[in-house]
């Protein structure tokens, strides 16, 4: 006799699971109850019971990768020692995370509120500075400056909801070279890598950069 195959019960933690691989696979926008409820092979209405609109299932899927997050960064990374190693291991370790899942910044930024998950980083961030003689004062201005990058990504302005890089016409070109030449030589192409890249400008050589000026900047200012 043919045993009856057993059909794994729905719960938030599956459908959740499932849309993150439906969006790393095909992008953001693929990721519907439909969709959904054809990977786990059941009627994308009675998803509704555990993800109760978009909105929840958007802030669910932040939830995921931010959770990924603090899993990535909760030991010291290996050979870190002070407060500047520590904390740029654990950003060089949540960006990893965020190349794994290139939509998540723009879900991130999208959310009205952070996730609670959210807060055991920055609680994190804060316990290593203080540790290393940061004022909570001088803590708090440090994340701010960090922002996004504990995160494992940055934020930036005008970004395209879907990720993709602007496109401009010739015309368009020559007239911003007349009008505005130095942002003209800001965008050609050998300005702009693309190894490791979120976005347009946040690659994995523009992070790095930026964090190590941020990180420089804390260390004088604790002194």
Same mark, same amino acid.
């Given at each position: 006799?043919?045993?009856?195959?057993v059909?794994?019960?729905?719960?938030?933690?599956?459908i959740?699971v499932?849309?993150?691989?439906l969006?790393d696979?095909?992008?953001?926008?693929a990721?519907?109850?439909?969709?959904?409820?054809?990977?786990?092979? $059941?009627?994308?209405?009675s998803? /509704?019971?555990?993800?109760?609109?978009?909105?929840?299932? &958007?802030?669910?899927?932040?939830?995921? &990768?931010?959770g =990924?997050? @603090?899993?990535?960064?909760?030991?010291?990374?290996?050979?870190?020692?002070?407060w500047?190693?520590? @904390?740029?291991?654990? $950003?060089?370790?949540?960006?990893?995370?965020?190349?794994?899942?290139?939509?998540?910044?723009q879900?991130?930024?999208?959310?009205?509120e952070a996730?609670?998950?959210? /807060?055991?980083i920055? =609680?994190?961030? @804060?316990?290593?500075? @203080?540790?290393?003689?940061?004022? /909570?004062?001088?803590?708090?201005?440090?994340?701010?400056?960090?922002?996004?990058?504990?995160?494992?990504?940055?934020?930036?302005?005008? =970004?395209?909801?879907?990720?993709?890089?602007?496109?401009?016409? &010739?015309?368009?070109?020559?007239?911003?070279?007349?009008?505005m030449?130095?942002?003209?030589?800001?965008?050609?192409?050998?300005?702009?890598?693309t190894?490791?890249?979120l976005?347009?400008?946040?690659?994995?050589?523009?992070?790095?950069?930026?964090?190590?000026?941020?990180?420089?900047?804390?260390?004088?200012?604790?002194?």
């Amino acid at each position: 006799m043919i045993p009856a195959t057993v059909r794994q019960p729905l719960s938030r933690e599956r459908i959740l699971v499932a849309a993150v691989g439906l969006a790393d696979a095909y992008g953001i926008s693929a990721v519907t109850m439909r969709r959904i409820g054809e990977a786990l092979d $059941c009627e994308a209405m009675s998803l /509704y019971y555990y993800v109760e609109s978009k909105g929840a299932l &958007v802030a669910g899927l932040a939830e995921q &990768v931010i959770g =990924e997050v @603090v899993a990535a960064t909760a030991a010291d990374p290996p050979g870190a020692t002070g407060w500047r190693e520590l @904390v740029l291991g654990r $950003c060089l370790l949540a960006r990893s995370v965020m190349l794994r899942h290139p939509w998540a910044p723009q879900v991130i930024m999208s959310l009205p509120e952070a996730p609670t998950v959210t /807060y055991a980083i920055y =609680e994190q961030l @804060v316990g290593t500075l @203080v540790d290393a003689g940061f004022t /909570y004062e001088l803590a708090h201005r440090a994340i701010h400056a960090l922002g996004s990058m504990v995160l494992g990504f940055t934020q930036e302005l005008f =970004e395209p909801a879907d990720g993709s890089a602007p496109t401009m016409t &010739v015309d368009q070109m020559q007239a911003m070279t007349e009008t505005m030449p130095h942002l003209a030589a800001l965008a050609t192409p050998d300005i702009h890598g693309t190894e490791g890249s979120l976005s347009t400008c946040d690659t994995q050589a523009e992070f790095e950069f930026t964090l190590g000026l941020l990180l420089d900047g804390l260390d004088r200012a604790r002194a």
